[in-house]
């Protein structure tokens, strides 16, 4: 297919494998060892999957621009620097968020097999895609999941305040059921995630009131005026509040950029971003028992499914559940995309010298 | 002072040495040992003195009239049934919710000084007062502290449900700074406290608009009408689904009361609330320098608050700052009552034959 083969607004259809297969080879291209690019491919190739677009492979141009100008190394390794009971400090050394990421929960998972529970702490990371990835690997192994992070810009003010001093610093907890997808909830201390915001700006959609205010305090339905503006906290002064606890035992904790050093991840690709992360396990084993525990998820699940409904409402939906549906269907069915974002994915493989076989 | 002293919407100012010392009396009065006694008088009044009037003294008849119908006991000791690494599984023997998390919050600390990080888990407690109370204890210790709790009466509906399925479950997370007070966000899942509701219901004040709906799901600004129908969730379906993860890791997690399991702490008074909470510490020495990261946070406040405000606004505020200024002014200056929190106070001292020097 030719770039003429799509209009504006297009949609296409993929099959997830394919889509895994030619971001692996992009990736590749880039210098990132095969081990680490199936990583990355896998994490965002499954945010697409689970219609989490804003954390998808619209980001590969964006990391590919870090890689290109120094702000991100393809090649650098996590390492343990401090290691104190079930507690460990990981240095990302600059590699893909990602990566360290990746890193840090497998070995929370790993001290909380010994421990009960752990906490690992990242340091000089990056943008790391979605938090319900790191907290399903938790929960896929009989625990509960806490992630939480800096975001990669400031783009929030304080409650009172007018100043982009803050990330819509997410945060995600993650518990396995029994007959039912893992519980899973997701979210940024914002109205809505900023990468929405991102994805209305390729795509030229206007946002919803509420999400957003421009650079003078305004509210505003442009993507363009909201992307350069601020975006509002959930539920007022206690989203402000949540924040700012985020970033603190994300990335305070463990001297990572936060405030007046945090960079633009969008606008300044050749700086160090240094984001900080939190992973945190407890094994249901040590508390209870994982059966019995996914016995009682189940429940739990079917009770809330159960209620009563408002008027007009279907169906009622615990965390994670449409975005496990997403997955469900997009396995069987192929991913739905925006062209655009196939169009950018290709250009690179293009610049890269991927084998034609392996481009979108 | 009688009871024709004060008219109705009168305040009244105590020391908070004297409401400490009669708060004590009282509690001994039902039969608490002296060490509870002053445990649950220091978290109440403390509540009353941050002004967190929802979570003080007013709740004293509430949990008076559990212990008269059987649904507290106000003489069991809280045990540690299971302990694996790093974490503890505490059985509260249906203890007065203060003293089933202050041991278990001891607990967390021990076992994170020993770890680094720890999970201790709590079931069959009752209500426990304010997350932030058990918060501050972990960051006086130079800890990190979460505080997780299943609310005490299913308030609130599913995000597209109608009927009070859950409760508005509260969290905290506290951090220490060097020469500032603690940072504690305490928050409930709801855009307010029920206990406001409760407060306002007592006093007889109206409440904002967007705080609950009443049992036919309309808004409404009746603190009656709101006292028996739902709350509304913050931040709409983000606050729903932190509600559910809050429950599932206090409640489900240690097979305490969930759902249709949970009885309302205020009309069932003789029934066991087997209600579930976990806390959570991370020693910030296992991950840093204790002191490097105080200053940081110190740093970290200042760079917050000299934010630019918005027009209209003289201060902008951490989390924990508002409460931290109001127990400094009460300190010093004594807790503004209302004097029917303090009439229903002296009553029960009356009926329990408390000394007169010892009634508020």
Redesign the interface.
């Known amino acids: 297919m030719s770039n003429s083969d799509y209009t504006f607004n297009d949609k296409v259809v993929l099959p997830m494998e394919k889509v895994l297969k030619c971001q692996k080879a992009l990736y590749m291209a880039a210098g990132m060892s095969e081990e680490d690019a199936t990583c990355v491919a896998q994490h965002l190739v499954e945010a697409d999957a689970r219609g989490v677009y804003s954390h998808g492979i619209q980001r590969t141009p964006l990391y590919f621009n870090r890689f290109e100008k120094g702000g991100t190394n393809p090649n650098a390794r996590p390492e343990i620097v401090?290691k104190?009971?079930?507690?460990a400090?990981v240095d990302g050394h600059n590699a893909m968020g990602m990566i360290a990421a990746t890193y840090g929960m497998n070995l929370a998972i790993d001290l909380a097999k010994?421990?009960?529970?752990?906490?690992v702490?990242i340091t000089n990371s990056n943008h790391f895609g979605t938090c319900a990835h790191y907290v399903d690997m938790a929960a896929n192994a009989g625990m509960?999941g806490f992630c939480w992070t800096i975001n990669c810009v400031n783009i929030m003010?304080?409650?009172?305040?007018?100043?982009r001093?803050?990330g819509n610093n997410p945060f995600a907890?993650g518990?396995p059921c029994g007959n039912k997808p893992n519980?899973i909830?997701d979210?940024a201390t914002s109205?809505v995630a900023r990468g929405k915001i991102v994805m209305a700006r390729k795509t030229n959609a206007s946002i919803p009131e509420g999400w957003a205010l421009d650079i003078n305090?305004n509210p505003t339905t442009d993507p363009e005026a909201a992307y350069w503006g601020t975006v509002l906290p959930?539920?007022g002064y206690?989203?402000y509040?949540?924040a700012?606890?985020i970033?603190?035992?994300s990335a305070?904790?463990?001297?990572s950029s936060?405030?007046?050093d945090m960079i633009d991840l969008y606008e300044d690709p050749d700086k160090i971003q240094n984001s900080g992360h939190l992973m945190?396990c407890?094994?249901?084993?040590?508390?209870?028992n994982l059966d019995?525990?996914k016995k009682?998820?189940d429940e739990?699940v079917d009770?809330?499914k159960n209620?009563?409904?408002?008027n007009g409402?279907k169906?009622?939906?615990?965390?994670g559940e449409i975005e496990a549906n997403n997955l469900k269907r997009s396995i069987k069915e192929g991913i739905v995309y925006p062209v655009e974002v196939i169009l950018e994915n290709r250009k690179l493989a293009e610049k890269y010298d991927v084998p034609v076989e392996y481009r979108l």
């Open positions: 401090k104190v009971g079930a507690t400090l010994k421990y009960g529970t752990s906490a702490s509960i003010a304080p409650w009172g305040g007018v100043e001093q803050l907890i518990v519980v909830l979210m109205v305090g959930v539920g206690k989203g509040g949540l700012l606890m970033a603190i035992i305070i904790l463990n001297n936060f405030g007046p945190q407890i094994d249901i084993n040590a508390i209870d019995a525990f009682r998820m739990a009770y809330i209620g009563k409904k408002a409402i169906e009622i939906y615990v965390p």
